[in-house]
């Protein structure tokens, strides 16, 4: 159990939080939730870099012994300045903080002028320019063990070389700050699942698997019932309906990539996901992730699309009949962009598919590889929202398309297996990597941190 998690869930510009693990979480200045920006969860903590920053109240907790870790998932808007991730401020003799500096390290430090040694302890990290970005999301744990101090970014291990070694810190008594150090040093951006472990160790030297962000829908494929209902188990509540009872679509074994799969026909079996449609159909941005094996490639074939009934409007995501990926973006007024794979998939084999929009310009990974090829490029920035504008959007499907007074058509002839939507968030070629890796053995993603208290759970499609 961590000492502190804050997961920062809640309303679009809500300024009140209770951390999950009890404690009240303070804003100031103009800090808020924002459910745009995200690494897990409903939304995140937005900081402008001006006033904003969080405290949390002291606690003996916030005294760092000789094993701990501090982490949490950090999006900044820039890295040519300062800012502090963690501090604990009385003054600028009596304070520890963890902090990025403009000359792209890390640092932490514990330091009380009346005490000799003065400094409990300082290290840095070397140069973090090809490893912590702006304008994208990263996980940042720091861990001290015994006498040795880690730092990860993304889970991978970064030099931390000491200054001055470890000894017991001093109670310093001042609220812990969250994105600021004595009120300053602020920082610019969004941070999300903040966590404190105090007396374990949860790095060494080794790297590990970040956290995933957490998928808005999650279609894991492995219901096998006498019924239609297509289970929606995540934060979104989306339940969707099967086009015959899910018995008749569930495969298992060597037959389903994990667990079970659900196999289409080809011809008239799909999942009604409208519900789903009308929770994502004014999103700027988003994942779509997919394990596919297709029977045979003499038709174009859909695995997810959003459509109008009575125009010819739609979002479209599938393989054709040369065995590229294809992605859509439609309208009649406005061909916004249309993606065709650089690579091919083959009939008979399983493929992974993901489809990313950062906001800037869609890509396409088959199998992690990077395969974007786009053949109409009217406006790249494009997402649902854009369709939703012109339109509105009226359906949404897993295994066919539904547009123009056309009926559903372009069904999938193959198996599909867990299948993921990730609402508002870009994934990264890492997170691309993640989910593939994890392809071999579980449709479920890791505790997001080692010890915590569970995020919430991906909305799930489970016939």
């Known amino acids: 159990m961590p000492d502190l998690l804050i997961q920062f869930n809640g309303a679009d510009a809500a300024t ?43 606690s003996a907790s916030w005294t760092l012994g000789s094993n701990w870790t501090c982490e949490g998932c950090f999006h900044t808007t820039t890295t ?37 040694p003065e400094y409990q302890g300082r290290f840095n990290s070397g140069d973090l320019s090809s490893v912590l970005t702006q304008d994208a999301w990263h996980h940042i744990a720091i861990t001290r063990d015994g006498s040795n101090a880690y730092l990860h970014i993304d889970g991978q291990s970064q030099t931390f070389s000491q200054q001055n070694a470890f000894s017991a810190m001093t109670n310093f008594p001042a609220d812990l700050e969250i994105g600021a150090s004595g009120g300053g040093t602020l920082w610019n951006g969004w941070i999300d699942n903040i966590k404190i472990t105090n007396g374990t160790s949860l790095y060494g030297a080794a790297d590990f698997e970040p956290p995933m962000p957490d998928s808005y829908f999650h279609a894991k494929c492995n219901d096998d019932a006498a019924n239609t209902t297509v289970t929606d188990d995540g934060a979104g509540g989306n339940n969707g309906t099967s086009s015959t009872n899910t018995s008749n679509l569930s495969v298992t074994g060597s037959s389903a990539k994990i667990n079970e799969a659900f196999e289409f026909n080809g011809s008239s079996e799909y999942i009604n996901i409208d519900t789903l449609e009308q929770d994502i159909d004014t999103d700027t941005s988003g994942s779509i992730s997919a ?40 309208d009649a007024a406005d061909d916004w962009y ?13 493929y992974h598919l993901v489809v990313v929009q950062d906001g800037v310009s869609p890509k396409v990974y088959l199998n992690t590889v990077d395969v974007t090829n786009l053949t109409i490029s009217t406006d790249t920035t494009q997402w649902f929202a854009g369709l939703e504008s012109s339109g509105p959007l009226d359906n949404g499907r ?48 890791p505790a997001p941190f080692v010890g915590a208290l569970a995020f919430n759970q991906a909305v799930i499609i489970a016939a």
């Open 80 to 116: 040519a300045s300062s800012q502090a991730l963690f501090s604990q401020r009385v003054d600028g003799n009596n304070e520890w903080v963890i902090e990025y500096l403009s000359t792209k390290i890390i640092r932490f430090y514990s330091y009380d002028a009346g005490e000799s």
């Open 291 to 330: 394990w596919i094996y297709p029977n045979n490639l003499t038709s174009n074939m859909t695995i997810f699309s959003l459509g109008d009934t009575d125009a010819d409007r739609f979002f479209r995501f599938g393989l054709n009949n040369q065995g590229k990926v294809e992605v859509y973006l439609y």
């Open 338 to 350: 249309h993606l065709s794979s650089s690579a091919l998939a083959l009939a008979n084999d399983w």
């Open 398 to 445: 897993i295994g066919c398309v539904n547009n123009n007074s056309g009926g559903n058509s372009r069904f999938f002839d193959g198996i599909i297996d867990d299948f993921r939507y990730y609402k508002n968030i870009a994934l990264t070629e890492q997170d691309v990597k993640n989910i593939y890796n994890r392809g071999n053995g579980t449709e479920d993603d």
């Open 16 to 58: 009140s939080y209770t951390a999950e693990t009890g404690q009240t979480v303070t804003f100031n200045g103009t800090a808020q939730l924002d459910t745009a920006q995200k690494k897990n969860g409903l939304s995140s903590l937005l900081l402008d870099g001006n006033s904003d920053y969080v405290t949390v109240p002291d």
